[in-house]
């Protein structure tokens, strides 16, 4: 961001390429459909901000924290986020993600209800006490993943990978799983299959 961009509070419509913002702390922005493209975000802490459709594509923003920020219909393309802290963000809250990684996060606790994670890696990411009916996990890898007391009715998990969810410690009604991964199920059965 230039040094104008410093001292405005509200963007609008702005498209903010290859900006290097590590480590800063800002307070009181407020981004309207902005899409940031090809920028290292990594570390900063929003304070008392407003991310409204708005779009990080091909972006690094990595272990970014959140405190009293909302973000509403927030876009991932091909970004890494890896160790974000989500739920540290305000409600309401909608995220898409595609192509991104977001390994080491956690979403715990949020209404997630028809968020989309498509071909992500989300691997040891936290979905604990989430609401995520309706969503799409379609090709996300899940390796690690804690899904404990969570809201997966009528979520798509075509061509996910190496989750582990326990049907009775979470609702499943009406999901859409597939094989060879849905056999994972049967790890909480403590039973063993050979062929």
């Known amino acids: 961001m230039s040094n104008s961009d410093e ?10 390429e290859n ?10 922005r407020y981004f309207d459909n902005c899409t940031f493209y090809k920028s290292t975000i990594k570390g900063c802490l ?10 990080f594509e091909e972006s690094d923003i990595s272990l970014i924290k959140f405190k009293d920020t909302f973000i509403n219909n927030l876009s991932l393309v091909n970004c890494k986020a890896i160790g974000i802290l989500w739920y540290d963000a305000l409600n309401p809250f909608s995220i898409i993600a595609k192509n991104s990684i977001l390994s080491y996060s956690s979403f715990f606790g949020k209404n997630l209800k028809k968020i989309k994670l498509i071909n992500c890696t989300a691997r040891e990411v936290d ?3 989430c609401n995520m009916g309706n969503a799409d996990f379609s090709g996300t890898d899940f390796m690690g993943s ?13 061509e996910a990978l190496n989750y582990q969810i326990d049907p009775a410690g979470n609702k499943i009604k009406g999901a859409i799983f ?12 403590g039973i063993k299959i050979v062929d």
């Open 7 to 16: 001292q405005q509070i509200a963007h609008y419509n702005k498209r903010f």
């Open 19 to 28: 900006i290097n913002y590590e480590d800063k702390h800002l307070v009181s």
């Open 46 to 55: 929003f304070e008392d901000c407003t991310f409204n459709n708005c779009v």
């Open 127 to 129: 979905f604990s006490e």
């Open 146 to 158: 804690t899904f404990s007391n969570t809201d997966l009715r009528l979520a798509n998990f075509k």
């Open 178 to 189: 597939q094989l060879p991964a849905a056999i994972s199920f049967l790890d909480s059965l």
